[in-house]
T-cell receptor, first 111, second 119 residues
Framework: TQLLEQSPQFLSIQEGENLTVYCNSSSVFSSLQWYRQEPGEGPVLLVTVVTGGEVKKLKRLTFQFGDARKDSSLHITAAQPGDTGLYLCAGAGNYGQNFVFGPGTRLSVLP | DAGVIQSPRHEVTEMGQEVTLRCKPISGHNSLFWYRQTMMRGLELLIYFNNNVPIDDSGMPEDRFSAKMPNASFSTLKIQPSEPRDSAVYFC?????????????????FGDGTRLSIL
């Protein structure tokens, strides 16, 4: 069984600060996705990373897939209150295993 | 462009009652997923369908849970009889591809969920 761990579990920061959240596993993933979920809504896909070492940028968000495809990070520059939400990573194993979600990092950006 | 539509948005019922959750996936999507989200266990995959056929139901907690997809535009998740521990937010998602395993880089589009409370 593959497991994804995310850290930190909770994060509260001031507007304008930078932050990094992490997604880790002991298993290799064929691809990994990051989602953001706001209260009362379903998760929304932010990015998919496929290649080890891959870096993708989405405005102020930078996503990196580890070289060994076992971990990923999400860095947010100059956080804004609109970034508040639950950030979930999700991935599927290298041998066709089913998709699993991590427990999430709950981010709160205070104005 | 309509997204995944779930109904009802909220359901409150007494234990022992039958509960039916409904989902309309995005038109043209081949895969449909049912998830359950709780604070304790996070987001758990219950079952997924590909081309209306159940592919993996290993996440379904027990026989009280059943899911059907009679056609490409409709799916139901039924709990009978319901218990208080079934209280959670249930999400339906759809994906344009296989959605799992080898096709796992396909995006999943989630509905807004059904918040289920069993008293």
């Amino acid at each position: 069984t593959q497991l994804l761990e995310q850290s930190p579990q909770f994060l509260s920061i001031q507007e304008g600060e930078n932050l990094t959240v992490y997604c880790n596993s002991s298993s290799v993933f064929s691809s990994l996705q990051w989602y953001r979920q706001e209260p009362g809504e379903g998760p929304v896909l932010l990015v998919t990373v496929v290649t080890g070492g891959e870096v993708k940028k989405l405005k102020r968000l930078t996503f990196q897939f580890g070289d060994a495809r076992k971990d990923s990070s999400l860095h947010i520059t100059a956080a804004q209150p609109g970034d508040t939400g639950l950030y979930l990573c999700a991935g599927a194993g290298n041998y066709g295993q089913n998709f699993v979600f991590g427990p999430g990092t709950r981010l709160s950006v205070l104005p | 462009d309509a997204g995944v539509i779930q109904s009802p948005r909220h359901e409150v019922t007494e234990m022992g009652q039958e509960v039916t959750l409904r989902c309309k996936p995005i038109s043209g999507h081949n895969s449909l997923f049912w998830y359950r989200q709780t604070m304790m266990r996070g987001l758990e995959l219950l079952i997924y369908f590909n081309n209306n056929v159940p592919i993996d139901d290993s996440g379904m907690p027990e026989d009280r849970f059943s899911a059907k997809m009679p056609n490409a535009s409709f799916s139901t998740l039924k709990i009978q009889p319901s218990e208080p521990r079934d209280s959670a937010v249930y999400f339906c998602a759809s994906s344009p591809g296989g959605g799992q395993g080898l096709y796992s880089n396909q995006p999943q589009h989630f509905g807004d969920g059904t918040r289920l409370s069993i008293l």
